[in-house]
T-cell receptor, first 113, second 112 residues
Framework: ETGVTQSPTHLIKTRGQQVTLRCSSQSGHNTVSWYQQALGQGPQFIFQYYREEENGRGNFPPRFSGLQFPNYSSELNVNALELDDSALYLC????????????FGNGTRLTVT | KNEVEQSPQNLTAQEGEFITINCSYSVGISALHWLQQHPGGGIVSLFM???GKKKHGRLIATINIQEKHSSLHITASHPRDSAVYICAVGPNYGGSQGNLIFGKGTKLSVKP
């Protein structure tokens, strides 16, 4: 078991730019979900991928998009960055589509200036 | 009103004390998660439960589905338990795959 790893750990971007965050899930975990956590708040669900297809989405605009790859890695892409996108972005993987324990990464801290 | 409410928001305890953190929710759920978040952001899943009670070491989690309430208990608290404890629920309405609704967390500080 190698755990869930996210990269980079910290990132600074300028408003209007695009960013790609990466997550490497545990082997055998075919579901990955992404969350945004603003400072002092609980995480908010962005979307979930199961077997490389999005199968659940929270209240985030289309400029938040993702990909999941066969090797259990995934990406979160955010276009046209806004200042309010500054947050900790967490990914979590699990076996199956839902209702199994989640394994979280340590997150990527994104700052938009 | 948030769909998941935690109390207290902040908690300071002396080493050895028994600690209870509460979580109330207003939606139908398929499961409830208790998570631990340390400074720096990493989250560890402590429990996932849909009924009854689970125990792991000094941690105990209970859930009452009828009352839509869960508690996390820490016995013989230790300074290393200092962290933010987050309650999250998986709603059971359609199209909700993967969607977890999180509480804002309870910041626990255990003093030696």
């Amino acid at each position: 078991e190698t755990g869930v790893t996210q990269s980079p750990t910290h990132l600074i971007k300028t408003r209007g730019q695009q960013v790609t965050l990466r997550c490497s899930s545990q082997s055998g975990h075919n579901t990955v979900s992404w969350y945004q956590q603003a400072l002092g708040q609980g995480p908010q669900f962005i979307f979930q991928y199961y077997r490389e297809e999005e199968n659940g989405r929270g209240n985030f605009p289309p400029r938040f998009s993702g990909l999941q790859f066969p090797n259990y890695s995934s990406e979160l892409n955010v276009n046209a960055l806004e200042l309010d996108d500054s947050a900790l972005y967490l990914c979590a993987s699990r076996e199956g589509a839902y209702n199994s324990p989640l394994h979280f990464g340590n997150g990527t801290r994104l700052t938009v200036t | 009103k948030n769909e998941v409410e935690q109390s207290p928001q902040n908690l300071t305890a002396q080493e050895g004390e028994f600690i209870t953190i509460n979580c109330s929710y207003s939606v139908g759920i398929s499961a409830l998660h208790w998570l631990q978040q340390h400074p720096g952001g990493g989250i560890v899943s402590l429990f996932m439960l849909s009924s009854g009670k689970k125990k792991h070491g000094r941690l105990i989690a209970t859930i009452n589905i009828q009352e839509k309430h869960s508690s996390l208990h820490i016995t013989a608290s230790h300074p290393r338990d200092s962290a933010v404890y987050i309650c999250a629920v998986g709603p059971n309405y359609g199209g909700s795959q993967g969607n977890l609704i999180f509480g804002k967390g309870t910041k626990l500080s255990v003093k030696p």
